[in-house]
């Protein structure tokens, strides 16, 4: 990955100071799991839940097995209305869950979290924990023996890329519940709606050779390449550029400093356009029985190299090294007609649209560096970056409540369960707006519970009010999916104690230096310096954990 253009969602807030500490706290626990040689064998061999897709809702326009999500026009009317009953019948249900949004109004102030509890059929008591909090807060949480019954463990850096959590293995297998004997194979299909997620979401919940979790799926469409496609018309320019010296005339067309009009938000977002068009590898290449980070390759130079002339090209918004720049707000507003974001970031750019009914967006995908066809695009994770729920010990029964809990939890979009959950009731939280749920102001301030952190539907393409931007969304992902590659230590789910520690110290790292390069403050003869800092620091023994791993798991 190019540390530089990962992107910032909600639940990357966190401060590296905390989030080291986190690492120090876990450091200190004991069990008999966890470690390289444990992920590298023994998980190879777990059985993953069987994937049953839903039939309960049909979409409008169909996914597939490699990971193209299935898309809806408009919400369902009526929804289907999955549950006859509430999952539990009394009783207390903890978790820790995290927020990106404003502490939501407690229990006693919130009718749609007692609405919630009512339609549970039990007292969901929640610590709220908003972002930039959580590694403390999760710090002290783990060093207690008083756990809540559901963890949410993930923690975050600004980049994108996991804090220093060590020995997580270690501290699940101590204190949490191996979930195999109720999810493996064809045990989950007990609990339908889980079932439905896709078994590629479920491969990160697995450490100590058992399921220790229950996922949040995303897609795997990644990060990609936004366009403002009613500028663009307006401009006159070829939206699909097929090379990069195409791709910088774009950009020089797109640009106008008088018109206070860009190319571009940042020159991360170049970054990762350009690694692609040379086919750097997705974070770390496994070739040869040699394990090489991206940012020790020629591609990743080459990049970085053509970046800095697109820089001196002035296609960049001059503020955009500025901290918190406001990079979406930029995109809407037309300074800047690309912008590099996750998928996930398609219906918001609709919902804080600011052009009027003319506003258009798509992605541009990369065309391979000399021309000839389209680039492969980098996968994600298809776990919300690591984001999964972990159940403390408990017995038999206590752990199927929690389950059927999830379960409810995880209904498919285009139920009544899944609307109500992410949107509240019909009138005091949300109107439907054609064919789509809209936010009232009770609803953004009472929902935002951090529910949806503890496990999740599978993902859906659907812009409310918007059908057309769906298929848009729809037909890009079509189009890359098939060709799209995966960081092989994503899809091979391997845990390096080292990388899990040094990855936010490593990644700032490179950060720094690319920054600095680019920006002019130091020359491209740099990042010599900084690769030999990053494999001093901690990237040469990382790679050898992961190396030792994929050694002994056969991989090639």
């Known amino acids: 990955m190019s540390y530089l253009h990962r992107p910032v969602n909600r639940r990357t807030l966190l401060t590296g100071a905390t989030a080291l500490a986190a690492g120090s706290v876990l450091g200190g626990c004991g069990g008999d799991g966890g470690g390289n040689d444990n992920t590298a064998t023994a998980n190879q061999n777990v059985k993953l839940p069987a994937y049953v897709p839903s039939t309960v809702v049909k979409p409008d326009l169909a996914g597939s097995a490699n990971g193209l999500l299935n898309a809806f026009r408009a919400y369902p009317n009526p929804p289907v209305q999955q549950f006859s009953a509430p999952p539990l019948e009394g009783g207390t249900v903890s978790a820790f869950v995290l927020t990106g ?5 407690p229990k006693g102030n919130n009718p749609f979290w007692q609405e919630l509890d009512r339609r549970l059929g039990t007292d969901l008591q929640l610590t709220i924990t908003p972002s930039a909090e959580m590694a403390t807060k999760f710090s002290t949480l783990i060093t207690g023996d008083d756990l809540p019954d559901l963890i949410v463990p993930a923690l975050f850096l600004p980049n994108g890329v996991p804090a220093g959590i060590g020995n997580l293995p270690q501290w699940m297998a101590a204190k949490c519940t191996d979930l195999t004997p109720y999810l493996g194979g064809d045990a989950v299909k007990e609990f339908p709606n889980l079932a439905n997620i896709p078994s590629a979401a479920w491969k990160q919940c697995v450490y100590n050779g058992g399921i220790y979790g229950v996922p949040v799926h995303r897609g795997v469409a990644g990060t990609l390449m936004f366009r403002r496609d009613d500028i663009v018309a307006k401009l006159g320019i070829d939206p699909d550029p097929t090379s ?11 640009t106008d400093a008088k018109a206070n009009r860009w190319a571009i938000v940042n020159a991360g977002g170049l970054m990762h356009l350009v690694q692609q068009m040379l086919g750097a590898p997705n974070g770390w290449r496994w070739d040869g029985g040699k394990l090489t980070n991206v940012v020790e390759t020629e591609e990743f130079r080459k990049a970085l190299s053509d970046v800095v002339a697109l820089y001196k090209d002035g296609v960049v918004h001059p503020d955009s090294f500025a901290n918190n720049a406001p990079v979406k707000r930029w995109f809407n507003a037309g300074e800047a007609v690309l912008t590099a974001d996750r998928y996930t ?8 649209n600011i052009a009027g009914p003319e506003f258009a967006i798509s992605g541009m995908r990369p065309p391979k560096y000399d021309g000839g066809g389209w680039a492969p695009t980098w996968q994600s994770s ?4 690591n984001n999964f729920t972990v159940f403390k010990k408990a017995d038999e029964g206590r752990i199927r409540d929690l389950l059927k809990l999830c379960d409810y939890l995880a209904a498919p979009f285009g139920t009544a369960e899944w609307l109500f959950r992410r949107y509240g009731q019909e009138g005091p939280h949300y109107t439907m707006q054609n064919g789509g749920p809209v936010y009232t102001q009770a609803g953004v301030s009472q929902t935002a519970l951090g529910i949806r952190y503890i496990v999740d539907a599978p993902d859906t393409i659907f ?3 918007r059908p057309e931007a769906t298929q848009a969304s729809y037909d890009y992902q079509k189009t890359i999916i098939d060709t799209s590659v995966a960081d092989p230590v994503v899809a091979n789910n391997l845990f390096s104690d080292e990388w899990s520690r040094k990855q936010p110290t490593l990644g700032q790292l490179v950060l720094n230096g690319q ?7 130091q020359p491209l003869s740099h990042l010599d310096e900084v690769i030999a800092n990053w494999r001093s620091q901690g990237g040469d023994k990382v790679r ?3 190396t030792e791993q994929l050694q ?3 991989i090639r």
């Open 101 to 105: 949004s404003p502490v939501p109004p």
């Open 515 to 521: 920054n600095d390069i680019i920006a002019g403050r």
């Open 244 to 254: 990069f010296a195409e791709f910088r005339d774009f950009c020089r067309q797109a």
């Open 382 to 385: 298809a776990g919300s970056i």
């Open 552 to 554: 002994k798991s056969g």
């Open 463 to 465: 812009i409310p009010g």
């Open 544 to 546: 050898g954990e992961f």
């Open 345 to 352: 970031a398609w219906p918001q750019f609709y919902a804080e």
